[in-house]
T-cell receptor, first 116, second 110 residues
Framework: AAGVIQSPRHLIKEKRETATLKCYPI?????VYWYQQGPGQDPQFLIS???????DKGSIPDRFSAQQFSDYHSELNMSSLELGDSALYFC???????????????FGPGTRLTVL | GQQVMQIPQYQHVQEGEDFTTYCNSS?????IQWYKQRPGGHPVFLIQ?????EVKKQKRLTFQFGEAKKNSSLHITATQTTDVGTYFC??????????FGAGTTVTVRA
């Protein structure tokens, strides 16, 4: 079965550079979530989109922005990168909003971002 | 802030023993989901509980949802090395948001 695809899998950037992470949800899934996970931490919710509209916003820095496109894929844009942005970034997708019943999230493999 | 609390943060278990991880919310949940993340991997959905007092089993794993729909537990019997990883609960709220607990990281002594 098709899973969530994230690209790139690994990314190395310098401080103050920009980065774009891409997420391709499972076909027919209309909801995309972005999480940031530091070493030994739980996934911290950043932002989500439902039917191409922002549905919820978590602890996403102002330096970050995201959008969901007409084909439901999503991109997380990160500017003025800081050392503290180094983390594993997960994208997850679901059919409908995950807080409602029966809508589990399917996580992608993640993008490991290293800021030097 | 963390709206779903999960304890313990770490669980060191002797192979063959049982253990339980607990999840508590300050507010009533619409559902509770459990995920497992293996070291170096991504969270994988295990199960969802929706009904008050619901109990579900997956082989050696038993999941419970409290009567008040504010707490949940995951009990693993006869722990195996394949059980290593971090178990996250995630509480679904009526506003369609999902709040993850901090996770319980399980290590197994052979």
């Amino acid at each position: 079965a098709a899973g969530v695809i994230q690209s790139p899998r690994h990314l190395i950037k310098e401080k103050r550079e920009t980065a774009t992470l891409k997420c391709y949800p499972i076909p027919r899934h209309d909801t995309v979530y972005w999480y940031q996970q530091g070493p030994g931490q739980d996934p911290q919710f950043l932002i989500s989109f439902y039917e191409k509209m922002q549905s919820d916003k978590g602890s996403i820095p102002d330096r970050f922005s995201a959008q969901q496109f007409s084909d439901y894929h999503s991109e997380l844009n990160m500017s003025s990168l800081e050392l503290g942005d180094s983390a594993l970034y997960f994208c997850a997708s679901s059919l409908g909003l995950a807080g409602s019943s029966y809508n589990e999230q399917f996580f992608g493999p993640g993008t490991r971002l290293t800021v030097l | 802030g963390q709206q779903v609390m999960q304890i313990p943060q770490y669980q060191h278990v002797q192979e063959g023993e049982d253990f339980t991880t607990y999840c508590n919310s300050s507010t009533t949940l619409s559902n509770i989901q459990w995920y497992k993340q293996r070291p170096g991997g991504h969270p994988v959905f295990l199960i969802q509980l929706v009904k008050s007092g619901e109990v579900k089993k997956q082989k050696r794993l038993t999941f419970q949802f409290g009567e008040a729909k504010k707490n949940s537990s995951l009990h693993i019997t006869a722990t195996q090395t394949t059980d290593v990883g971090t178990y996250f609960c995630a509480g679904g709220r009526n506003d369609y948001k999902l709040s993850f607990g901090a996770g319980t990281t399980v290590t197994v002594r052979a």
